[in-house]
């Protein structure tokens, strides 16, 4: 069955440094998201792209933050200085269209430790 | 009003006993409701999904209800298995929109 992809599983980054989160979606996929799940405490949307452009950001994606298809099969999370609190599991997901009930499919999250 | 509030927090369950989780919502413009299971070191997966349309929906053994004026829905599995043991999420959103609001987790336990 094919799957969503992250790398790296766990990034360890100093403070203030840029950070970019990989992943790989599931090929015939068209829409993609990132969310983030602080330890211990729900997951929460970040941002959702579509046709090369952002469809849909929550408050927490803020200039900070910066979202890439650099070629046909990665979509990119960067961080540009990152903070302690950007310290979370980040989600990435995938799906095949737009729209209440198409199923939404999640890769296994890169750690992000901000030390 | 995007807020999704789940419980218990966590949850242990004899083996073949019912599993129970509840969530409730406030905005009434959320018409899709699905439950997502996740494993340790894993991403959250899709077990099943309801539409506001229906009361109930049944896959083999978990069952969402869906209490539309007390804006409320839940999850029960039946004859729970140690395999079980999870945190289970539930989330909403709304149609034209694609992001899902998550609630806070529950997580399960099934004792052998």
Known sequence: EPEVTQTPSHQVTQMGQEVILRCVPISNHLYFYWYRQILGQKVEFLVSFYNN???EKSEIFDDQFSVERPDGSNFTLK????KL?????????SSEAKGVGQPQHFGDGTRLSIL | ???VKQSPQSLIVQKGGISIINCAYENTAFDYFPWYQQFPGKGPALLIAIRPD?????EGRFTISFNKSAKQFSLHIMDSQPGDS??????????????????????LTVIP
């Open chain 2, 86 to 107: 999870a945190t289970y999420f539930c989330a909403a959103s709304i149609t034209g929109a694609n992001n899902l609001f998550f609630g806070t987790g529950t997580r």
């Open chain 1, 85 to 93: 609190e950007d310290s979370a599991m980040y989600f990435c997901a």
């Open chain 1, 53 to 55: 452009e952002i469809s």
């Open chain 2, 54 to 58: 229906v009361s109930e929906k049944k």
């Open chain 2, 1 to 3: 009003q995007q807020q």
């Open chain 1, 79 to 82: 961080i540009r200085s990152t």
